[in-house]
């Protein structure tokens, strides 16, 4: 059964940092796509960060800001959110397919597993 566990979030001022893990349980991550998706009250669930098949994704907004990494030996997933503003406030949701993807992966309905989310929120 494949399980995936979020942690890291929290509460913290503007500018602030946070990483957020996955922790992957049930099966291996190899070459599996990963990604990080995030949902704000009132607001659709948006792509933020993934690895596919080609290479590393970033929605505009956090670009330079976040940095998504895997560690295949920890089964591991992490978002580095660095400079963080209030409109990052969001539930932080991970996200797996199983097998190969080529190509960007920032599509929601292209993952098949999802963890329970993490609250991130930033304010003063």
């Known amino acids: 059964q494949v399980q995936l566990v979020e942690s890291g979030g929290g509460l913290v001022q503007p500018g602030g940092s946070l990483r957020l893990s996955c922790a992957a349980a049930?099966?291996?991550?190899?070459?599996?796509?990963v990604g990080w998706f995030r949902q704000a009250p009132g607001k659709e669930r948006e792509g933020v960060s993934c690895i596919s098949s080609t290479g590393t994704y970033y929605v505009d907004t956090v670009k330079g800001r976040f940095s998504i990494s895997r560690d295949n030996a920890k089964n591991t997933l992490y978002l580095q959110m660095n400079n963080l503003r209030p409109e990052d406030t969001a539930v932080y949701y991970c996200a797996v397919r199983r097998g190969r993807h080529f190509g960007t992966c920032l599509t929601s309905s292209l993952y098949n597993s999802w963890g329970q989310g993490t609250q991130v929120t930033v304010s003063s």
């Open positions: 049930g099966f291996t991550l190899n070459d599996d796509v």
